[in-house]
């Protein structure tokens, strides 16, 4: 019962835990200073701080601490990519808190480390066991944290000021946004990539996965969308559908490869071929234990003296979805205005030369 107690706190607010798939829960706990000196715990699964007793240890049911002998506990759930609007909605959502039995006692605007956030108080009773819980929400308009202290009747006079003062007092060490696109002269939507997120960059590239990892394997199993600037790619339009060909082909371990479709197409003023092929993974099967088939999309869009390439390739057994996220992403290629130095625009102009006067006679 413990375990559906504990789930359902964070399903009520419509959060789905995120357990990062590159701090696996055997990490131990890091502890660092906060300003006042004090140590603060860091939950392994995440870059939220706390200030806990050793009596509360990872849980290992749930993403949070709980404390065995009293069953209190602390949840969290922290998403960089879920708006604060969208946790508050969520949260306050009336049906989920009469499903779950609870009142707000008190709500309190605030500012948590540095962000818009909001103090609660709620009673809860299920089943016969009444508790108390404190939460908080915090966040911007691009990510947010959830974290919610639970103490039941019996461990009242013991654990809810450390509970409450855990919650009301954590700290996000907040990992720096990455912009996928500060480095190229282009950028495409991401909203409409949806799972796909960024795994890496290089020069004139970005690089967008399922989950952001990055895989080297070429398991056709595996989402994946490239964007490329090729400089100095001057393409005669002779010689451009032989280019998209060569581009599909590059795939590798693929057998009974096809290009099965070239059509000429134009995304933000420039005019390109779209290129569909599909071919056999020589070595990865599908969820029948068949060699994959494989679907392979090529955007190539040519500019004077340099091109862009975008393509997706995905198995086809589950590739519909994916295929048409690649194409919206693909479609929403944009390249960026170009950023006009005035100073030195300036700088560069010659001084204006005095008109002469003609002699007077």
């Given at each position: ?10 399903v ?5 835990l ?31 701080l ?11 049911d749930?993403?949070?601490?709980e404390?065995?002998?009293?069953e ?37 605007e ?17 089943e ?59 950028t495409?939507?991401l ?33 994946r ?38 059509k000429e ?25 068949n ?25 086809t ?7 048409q ?11 960026k205005?170009?950023?006009?130095d ?20």
């Open positions: 019962m413990k375990q559906f107690w504990m789930t359902a706190c964070l009520s607010a419509t959060v789905t995120l357990v990062s798939m590159d701090r696996p829960s055997s990490v131990q706990e890091k502890l660092q200073d906060d300003s006042q000196g004090e140590l603060l715990r860091q939950h392994p699964q995440s870059n939220l706390f200030d806990l007793p050793d009596a509360f240890t990872i849980a290992t749930w993403q949070g601490y404390r065995i002998d009293t209190s506990s602390i949840l969290f759930s922290e998403n960089d990519e879920r708006p604060m609007e969208a946790l508050k909605k969520g949260f306050f959502n009336p049906s989920q808190l009469s499903q779950m039995n609870r009142v707000i006692v008190s709500r309190e605030c500012v948590l480390n540095g962000l818009e956030g909001i103090k609660v108080k709620l009673t809860s009773e299920r016969g066991r009444k508790s108390e819980i404190w939460a908080v929400l915090f966040g911007d308009s691009y990510g947010s944290c959830l974290v919610l202290g639970m103490v039941f009747a019996k461990s009242k006079e013991s654990d809810s000021a450390v509970v409450q003062n855990a919650v009301e007092s954590v700290v996000w060490d907040r990992p720096e946004r990455i912009d996928p696109f500060d480095h190229v002269d282009y495409i939507d909203e409409v990539l949806r799972v796909l997120k960024y795994a890496m960059k290089e020069e004139g590239m970005v690089m967008f996965t399922f989950g952001g990892g990055v895989d080297t394997t070429f398991n056709p199993g595996r989402p969308l490239i964007i490329r600037k090729v400089e100095k790619g001057i393409v005669s339009k002779e010689d451009r559908e032989a280019l998209v060909r060569s581009q599909l082909a590059e795939f590798p371990g693929l057998t009974d490869f096809k290009v099965d479709s070239l197409i134009e995304i933000d003023g420039i005019k390109g071929i779209q290129g569909w092929a599909s071919g056999v993974s020589d070595k990865y099967r599908d969820l029948s234990n060699l994959m088939t494989v679907t392979l999309l090529q955007v190539t869009l040519f500019e004077d003296d340099h091109y862009y390439s975008l393509n997706g390739v995905i198995s057994v589950i590739g519909k979805n994916w295929l996220m690649y194409q919206a992403g693909i479609q929403s290629f944009a390249r205005p170009v950023v006009v005035e100073e030195a625009a300036k700088e560069g102009e010659e001084e204006p030369k005095p008109v002469e006067e003609p002699e007077k006679k």
